[in-house]
């Protein structure tokens, strides 16, 4: 039996020119009515485009006639230079088979002839350069996935990593000053990521980093050279190339459509929901290199929490989550529940070529440490009521894309944040000019900020890979407040290309102008030039 199976399968590979071959593009497309396969045939001569004088005519004769195991297509063609689908050969060995073990319940004799052997035996003699090559790539890959289940850093963890580095000046006076103060530096962050999957579909990340680009009481040193944030890069942290554990995200489904994502330090907006924007784009490496203009503000905050991810219907998402400034801190004014705190309401909706969500963020922070804009925008816009005075914060954001061709898409996003004052007394109030009035709040004072941003980009132009991008935004501004308002609008404008030299190197060169930092016209403009390279792997 398993003779004849041998004899059968080598007469089949000798008869097709292209078995265990998956068809070609040219040859892949629809099948129609003159693909399907028809009955059994009984002569090759059935078969309209097999002559005689064909390399293989015998081979598939032999196959026809004596074993009766070939089939052709409807048209009644063979059609024996197509490439051969693994579903066609293994009809065709499947027919063979059962051919065979027909032949051997009746007891047929002398199923295998002598010329059928020689035939065999000249198929091994021709193929044998062949089969030894494929011999020595198979000892090859045996050692080399050998010496990978050696030398693997874990069966359950790996590592990726992505460093950047960054040569960066701003050109324009500081704001509330006469002169340029900013220098051209070089600075660097780094990220290794460690992950983990215990069931396969669950995910633990633990994230050492390091960088430059923080002063040392963790100010931004482009924001401190400026007197503004608007003028910041989207990957300014670190301080002293000192490594931490900044991040540590828990990820794990619980059926089809429910996921939970836990974490005690570092897990933000980002972490437990999407942006809405289009790949990359948000990406500190890969997209755009401001610190504005990559996402919406909205989902700059968090800390340490949980979150729920529930997948309403294949296209609609509904996330939930609660995430305290500093649950990991048992001292007064941190913790889970005593301290600052910011949960998020996000419903997204994933058509084909794009997608939309709505999100409504609720937030409280203590004196101390308030910045409801995330450093994006002016000082003001950032704690309305000064940096002493406690803030509630409420934010509703929209934000979404949409592709139009492989090589366009365009992105937006857009809030309103309403802020409350939670005490009372003096404090330190920005005035737009690089310094601070002292002005009396009191418990209850409101103010109101918008913002919001439209970007195009434009994958693949210039190369495979590539991405340029231009953007336009309005950072945020404190249109109405019992404390102060803003009465001017600073205006965004910012153009990028990634140039993507290999899978695991990329160069970004990024300029962008800020006309009326900090929303006060009397400001200079604020121009930043960057070159970032950012290393994958």
């Known amino acids: 039996m398993i003779k004849i199976l041998f004899h059968c399968f080598f007469l089949l590979f000798l008869a097709v020119p292209a078995v265990w071959a998956t068809p070609s593009e040219d040859n892949s497309s629809a099948v129609d009515a003159d693909d ?106 045996e050692a080399r996935a050998a010496t990978l289940e050696e030398q693997q850093f874990s069966t359950t963890t790996r590592l990726n990593a992505q460093i950047i580095t960054a040569v960066s000046d701003t050109f324009g006076s500081r704001v509330g000053g006469e002169r340029d103060q900013s220098q051209i530096y070089f600075a660097d962050r780094g990220r290794l990521n460690f992950e983990s999957s215990f069931t396969g579909k669950d995910l633990l990340r633990v994230r050492l980093e390091f960088g430059n680009f923080l002063n040392s009481n963790s100010t931004s040193q482009i924001a401190s050279a400026t007197g503004t944030g608007m003028t910041r890069l989207n990957f300014d942290s670190g301080s002293n190339n000192t490594l931490f554990i900044p991040h540590i995200r828990y990820y794990f489904p619980v059926s089809d459509s429910l996921s939970f994502i836990v974490g005690p330090t570092g897990i933000g907006y980002t972490d437990i929901t999407d942006t809405v924007t289009p790949a990359t784009i948000a990406d500190d490496g890969n997209g755009v290199p401001s610190l504005f203009g990559s996402y919406s503000l909205l989902f700059r905050r968090g800390g340490g929490g949980a979150a729920a991810n529930w997948k309403i219907t294949n296209d609609l998402v509904l996330t939930l989550g609660y995430l305290a400034n500093i649950p990991n801190v048992p001292l007064a004014r941190n913790g889970l529940f005593d301290g600052g705190y910011n949960a998020l309401a996000h419903l997204t909706y994933y058509g084909k070529q794009g997608s939309v969500g709505v999100a409504f963020s609720h937030g409280y922070t203590p004196g101390g440490s308030v910045d409801i804009t995330s450093g994006t925008g002016s000082l003001l816009s950032g704690a309305p009521f000064g940096n002493s005075i406690a803030t509630s914060n409420n934010i509703v954001g929209v934000q979404g894309y949409y592709r139009f061709s492989p090589h366009f898409q365009i992105h937006t996003w857009g809030g309103y944040i309403w802020a409350t004052a939670k005490n009372s007394g003096f404090s330190n109030v920005s005035n737009g000019r690089g310094g601070t009035d002292s002005l009396f709040v009191n418990n209850g004072d409101n103010a109101n900020v918008w913002f919001g941003a439209i970007g195009m980009s434009f994958p693949d132009v210039g190369g495979k890979g590539n991405l340029p991008g231009i953007l336009f935004g309005l950072p945020p501004r404190v249109s109405n407040s019992d404390v102060r308002e803003e009465s001017d609008n600073s205006y965004h404008i910012e153009v990028f290309y990634r140039w993507r030299m290999n899978d695991n190197i990329s160069v970004t060169p990024g300029l962008w102008v800020i006309l009326n930092p900090e929303n006060d016209s009397s400001n200079d403009p604020q121009y930043v030039g960057v070159i970032r390279t950012t290393f994958d792997f």
């Open 36 to 141: 399907s396969l028809q009955a059994q045939v009984t002569s090759v001569s059935q078969l309209s485009d097999v002559k005689p004088s064909d390399w293989a005519f015998q081979a598939l004769q032999s196959l026809v006639e004596r074993y009766g195991c070939i089939v052709g297509y409807s048209d009644s063609t063979y059609r024996g230079n197509r490439a051969l689908s693994r579903y066609e050969f293994a009809s065709g060995l499947n027919a063979c088979m059962d051919r065979v073990s027909e032949l051997i319940t009746v007891g047929t004799n002398d199923l295998v002839k002598k010329e059928d052997l020689a035939i065999l035996q000249k198929l091994q003699e021709e193929f044998a350069a062949e089969l030894t090559t494929l011999r020595g790539r198979v000892d090859v890959l």
